[in-house]
């Protein structure tokens, strides 16, 4: 059964930094996608980051290209999202999320992930 589990929300004065940690637990695959969302309220949901376990490859929306950087220790199983220059409109719930497997790269932007977290809340002031 495959678990994720976020943790490493808060609030943070714009300009600051936080990383978000993602326990993933029931994978034993490699070829396939993991990523980061986000959902303010009364928005819609948005992909801020993703990686393609094996090979590493990682993408990211002009939005946060620069400041966000997702990434996975193996050995620990564990996703990272390290935000840097945080910015009020970075406010939202994030999620960390997973697709089946095997999936190809293109899952990473333009597939389905099927398997999601409970979510941790990011609050930047201004």
């Known amino acids: 059964q495959v678990q994720l589990v976020e943790s490493g929300g808060g609030s943070v004065q714009a300009g600051g930094s936080l990383r978000l940690s993602c326990a993933a637990s029931g994978f034993t695959y490699s070829n396939h996608c993991m990523g980061w969302f986000r959902q303010a309220p009364g928005q819609g949901r948005e992909r801020v980051a993703a990686?393609?376990?094996?090979?590493?490859?990682?993408y990211y929306p002009d939005s946060v290209e620069g400041r966000f950087t997702i990434s996975r220790d193996n050995a620990k199983n564990t996703l990272y999202l390290q935000m840097n220059s945080l910015k009020p409109e970075d406010t939202a719930m994030y999620y960390c999320?997973?697709?089946?497997?095997?999936?190809?790269?293109?899952?990473?932007?333009?597939?389905?992930?099927?398997?999601w977290g409970q979510g941790t809340q990011v609050t930047v002031s201004s």
């Open positions: 990686i393609y376990i094996g090979s590493g490859d990682t």
């Open positions: 999320a997973a697709t089946a497997a095997p999936s190809i790269r293109t899952t990473c932007t333009q597939g389905a992930y099927l398997y």
